[in-house]
């Protein structure tokens, strides 16, 4: 695999040359090197794209996670790129949905794990927000 680093990028903080293009060698033989430019792909736009990739789906779940998409996790993470998703910004838009809609939380958080789950496995990125990013588990939905 080769790399497209530039002479400054291979430069660490404190200035030492080689050393953050050592790391990332280090870091692509272990297999844990994600290329930063895989995770600037906005939510919408994987989710759309992971939903159009599912024929296995019925009909009826098609449209229960277009709906839960459109209505209750595009309109508040969607255009955030999927680097950008952290735990913290996933457990407020839960927390926010979750006072609302207890059961439609549970299962938009369901629907985006499986998707950034997808993201993790097409190399996108290293881990999945919703690993830091606990359900949100009402009296509702249990």
């Given at each position: 695999m080769t790399s497209r680093l530039s002479r400054n990028s291979t430069r660490s903080a404190d200035g030492a040359p080689g050393a953050h293009l050592a790391i990332v060698e280090a870091d692509v033989h272990r297999g844990a090197?994600?290329?930063?430019r895989a995770g600037k792909v906005t939510l919408t736009a994987y989710s759309n794209e992971w939903l159009s990739r599912r024929p296995d789906l019925a009909v009826r779940t098609i449209e229960l996670?277009?709906?839960?998409?459109?209505?209750?996790?595009?309109?508040?993470l969607g255009s955030a790129t999927l680097a950008a998703l952290a735990p913290s910004k996933i457990r407020g838009w839960q927390a926010?949905?979750?006072?609302?809609?207890p059961s439609t939380a549970a299962k938009a958080y369901r629907l985006l794990s499986?998707?950034?789950?997808?993201?993790?496995?097409?190399?996108?990125l290293l881990a999945s927000p919703m690993t830091g990013a606990?359900?949100?588990?009402s009296a509702e939905t249990r």
């Open positions: 090197w994600i290329d930063p996670y277009r709906y839960l998409l459109d209505d209750h996790i595009l309109p508040t926010k949905l979750a006072q609302a809609h499986s998707i950034m789950r997808t993201a993790v496995t097409d190399g996108l606990r359900p949100i588990v």
